[in-house]
């Protein structure tokens, strides 16, 4: 059968069946007088078998090596559940404390120190949780948009994607390019970017810079109130460290007597606005040039 048919069986995108044989998951055999693929039933199985361990959110590692053999379905399964148990303990231990808390008639000093000594006992486990959620949304942060300092000035598309794999060497990432050109496209880790070339200045020189951006950002996202504060404190900490410089050299430059001295105020204005623009340019084109 061929990718059309394939896709319709398997309820699978022609993309993802396309990633997934480059992953090295799906091996289709080649018609010999077209060079098209060829998918059998056993492949139309495997596929199957892949859209529902990915639905259960089990990483593409694992599912190779049920596919090889060296896993079977019923073990991801087990680890896949103890992860997803291990989540729900740390949830449920923060509802009861929630609850908790909801039926005390009043909640002051000696409340707090009770419940905190509460909290404390379990190992921790709401700063752990924390802590791991900020580790992933950071990282998830990371993924969506991160920049690359080239060696060269990349004029060519042949030079852009020597470019992306020198990067994924050095990192140790799996990429493939998927689409080439001055735009190309690529994936890393089953997820998809788009690469353009931008220019900044480093001193005098114009420097060719490379973006690459996720194409589906909303799919690295996790739900919940706690994540948007943690993105908030995330993509702001280096403004509020810029504030307090803001702070300082207002008062260096008079306070608000300067606004009677038009020279301290131009200086003011122009220490303002080069620091700003350094700590602009850092947030965009430097924060996450390592992913």
């Known amino acids: 059968m061929n990718m059309k048919q394939a896709e319709t069986l398997s309820g699978i995108s022609r993309r993802n069946i396309r990633?997934?044989?480059?992953?090295?998951?799906?091996?289709?055999?080649?018609?010999?007088?077209?060079?098209?693929?060829?998918?059998?039933?056993?492949?139309?199985?495997?596929?199957?078998l892949i859209r529902m361990l990915r639905m259960l959110d089990i990483s593409l590692e694992e599912i190779k090596d049920v596919l090889d053999g060296q896993m079977t379905v019923q073990e991801a399964a087990a680890a896949q559940a103890m992860t997803l148990r291990?989540?729900?303990?740390?949830?449920?231990?923060?509802?009861?404390d929630c609850e908790m808390l909801e039926r005390m008639e009043t909640?002051?000093?000696?409340?707090?120190?009770?419940?905190l000594k509460h909290m404390d006992g379990q190992n921790d486990s709401l700063f752990a949780a924390?802590?791991?959620?900020?580790?992933?949304?950071?990282?998830?942060?990371?993924?969506?948009?991160?920049?690359?300092?080239?060696d060269g000035s990349v004029?060519?598309?042949?030079e852009f994607v020597q470019?992306?794999?020198?990067?994924?060497d050095?990192?140790?990432?799996?990429?493939?390019?998927?689409?080439?050109?001055?735009?190309?496209?690529?994936?890393?880790?089953?997820?998809?970017y788009t690469a353009e070339r931008i220019y900044t200045r480093i001193g005098p020189a114009p420097v060719a810079v490379i973006r690459c951006s996720a194409k589906h950002p909303e799919t690295l996202d996790h739900p919940g109130r706690k994540q948007k504060v943690m993105k908030a404190i995330h993509h702001s900490w280096i403004y509020l460290l810029y504030l307090p410089f803001v702070i300082v050299t207002f008062r260096?430059?008079?306070?608000?007597?300067?606004?009677?001295?038009?020279?301290?105020?131009?200086?003011?204005?122009?220490?303002?606005?080069?620091?700003?623009m350094m700590v602009f340019r850092y947030k965009y084109f430097h924060e996450n040039e390592k992913r």
């Open 19 to 48: 990633f997934y044989e480059d992953k090295g998951l799906l091996h289709p055999q080649r018609n010999a007088g077209n060079d098209y693929r060829e998918y059998t039933q056993k492949d139309i199985d495997a596929l199957k």
């Open 252 to 276: 260096m430059c008079g306070g608000m007597n300067m606004f009677t001295d038009w020279k301290n105020l131009v200086l003011f204005l122009s220490i303002i606005i080069v620091m700003g």
């Open 86 to 96: 291990e989540n729900m303990s740390r949830i449920k231990a923060a509802i009861d």
């Open 107 to 115: 909640v002051g000093k000696e409340e707090v120190e009770n419940m």
């Open 155 to 158: 004029t060519t598309p042949e």
């Open 163 to 168: 470019e992306l794999r020198s990067y994924a």
């Open 170 to 192: 050095k990192n140790h990432l799996d990429l493939t390019i998927t689409k080439g050109g001055m735009y190309p496209e690529f994936t890393i880790s089953d997820i998809e």
């Open 130 to 150: 924390w802590k791991k959620d900020y580790k992933q949304m950071a990282d998830a942060e990371g993924k969506k948009l991160f920049t690359i300092v080239p």
